[in-house]
Structures are given as structure tokens and as C-alpha cells.
């Protein structure tokens, strides 16, 4: 089966441009994370879905930054404008919904994103 | 809230000798716990969870953990490590109510692992 598939592995852009990144979940999956990972912070949440709803938002950074996922196949990260703190790894996560409770998360691989 | 502690930011241990990452955790209960690996350039992967029953918990690529609510504690360890274990470890401590599937992570330990 395939993983948590994120789109684009590398972002390199410029200060002010809006960045999109992308994310897969693994079929079947009820919840969606997003995470980002710096070294200063380590892994922090930032939103995560259950059912294509935000549960949890209050990890976002500020308004610059918003996700969306308009169906359970398909989430979205941007960030509008972008700094160069932005700059880190960001990644999703995917976990079933089978009892209560948390259940593993599976990770992609990440977008690593670079804001000059 | 949740939280958890990794107290050795890097370990180093010799390639074939016994492993043990600390991790302890704040929760006002009896918590959900997991370990991750994760190798440069990649995402995390789930190496064991604990959730209830047997505090001793075995794991992939020979990896195992025990839980200690006295400790309030969920140590990682392995009895001979390999050079392919080399790698960022992070303990995670989520909560066993629904609603509330936050994963809280530790700041990591960096394993090096010397010939």
C-alpha cells in the first residue's frame, strides 16, 4: 500500500511568494496532520482533520498560513506570504479512526521548504 | 497538558552494544505512548506503542520499550545495536480520549553509532 504522499519533496522560493504544499493520506484514513519541524522548535502540530473537518488549528503560526482538505484524498498547506522563518520541513501525517483515542500516525516523507 | 522529556539530546554507543533512550512523560492518567525513528531526509516511522496491558512492549527492527507509571516513564531499548540504527528517535505521549488525538513529541535523542 501506498504512504502518506507529500508534494513537493524541495521548495525553494522567494520571500513574499505563496507556497502550497500537498498532501496524500493513506486510503482509509480518517485524520490529517500537519506538522512542522525546525531545529530551534522540533516537531510542533500545526492543524489537524478528522473527516475533512479542522479539529485543531491552534498550532498555526498566524493568518499567513491556512490548510484546507476539500475530500478525504486531498490536503492542501499555504502559506501567503512567505518568510524566511517559514523555512523548515513540513510534514503530514495519517491515522485511522479504530476506537478511541490516538491511534499511530504515519508520516510522509516531507517538504522541505526554503524561503530566501 | 501533555508533555514529554528526552533528556540526552545525542547518544553515541558502539556498533553491537546494549541501548537505552530515556523518555519520560506528563499526563494525568494512563497515556498513549510511542516511539518514532526517524533517518535523514525522511519522515517519521513507528517503531513500538503502548496503550494498555503488557507494559513490556516489543517493536520493529528489534526494538522494545517498557512502560513505568511509577517512573512515569517509557524507555526504548535494544540489546545489540546496528550501524543502520543510527538515527533521530522521538518518544510521543497522545491521550486515550476521543477528541483529543493530539501526538505531543519530545525534542528527540540523536543516536550516532561508532564502529
Known amino acids: 500500500d501506498a504512504g502518506v504522499i507529500q508534494s513537493p519533496r524541495h521548495e525553494v522560493t522567494e520571500m513574499g511568494q505563496e507556497v502550497t504544499l500537498r498532501c496524500k493520506p493513506i486510503s482509509g484514513h480518517d485524520y490529517l496532520f500537519w506538522y512542522r519541524q525546525t531545529m530551534m522548535r522540533g516537531l510542533e502540530l500545526l492543524i489537524y482533520?478528522?473527516?475533512?473537518?479542522?479539529?485543531?488549528d491552534s498550532g498555526m503560526p498566524e493568518d499567513r498560513f491556512s490548510a484546507k482538505m476539500p475530500n478525504a484524498s486531498f490536503s492542501t498547506l499555504k502559506i501567503q506570504p512567505s518568510e524566511p522563518r517559514d523555512s523548515a520541513v513540513y510534514f503530514c501525517?495519517?491515522?485511522?479512526?479504530?476506537?478511541?483515542?490516538?491511534?499511530?500516525?504515519?508520516f510522509g516523507d516531507g517538504t522541505r521548504l526554503s524561503i530566501l | 497538558a501533555q508533555s514529554v522529556t528526552q533528556p540526552d539530546i545525542h547518544i553515541t554507543v558502539s556498533e553491537g552494544a546494549s541501548l537505552e533512550l530515556r523518555c519520560n512523560y506528563s499526563?494525568?492518567?494512563?497515556?498513549?505512548l510511542f516511539w518514532y525513528v526517524q533517518s535523514p531526509g525522511q519522515g517519521l516511522q513507528l517503531l513500538l506503542k503502548?496503550?494498555?496491558?503488557?507494559?513490556l512492549v516489543q517493536g520493529i527492527k528489534g526494538f522494545e520499550a517498557e512502560f513505568k507509571r511509577s517512573q512515569s516513564s517509557f524507555n526504548l531499548r535494544k540489546p545489540s545495536v546496528h550501524w543502520s540504527d543510527a538515527a533521530e528517535y522521538f518518544c510521543?505521549?497522545?491521550?486515550?480520549?476521543?477528541?483529543?488525538?493530539?501526538?505531543?513529541f519530545g525534542t528527540g535523542t540523536r543516536l550516532t553509532i561508532i564502529p
Open positions: 501525517a495519517s491515522s485511522p479512526a479504530v476506537g478511541q483515542g490516538n491511534q499511530p500516525q504515519h
Open positions: 510521543a505521549v497522545g491521550s486515550p480520549n476521543f477528541g483529543n488525538e493530539k501526538l505531543t
Open positions: 482533520f478528522n473527516n475533512n473537518v479542522p479539529i485543531d
Open positions: 499526563y494525568g492518567a494512563t497515556p498513549y
Open positions: 503502548y496503550f494498555s496491558g503488557d507494559t
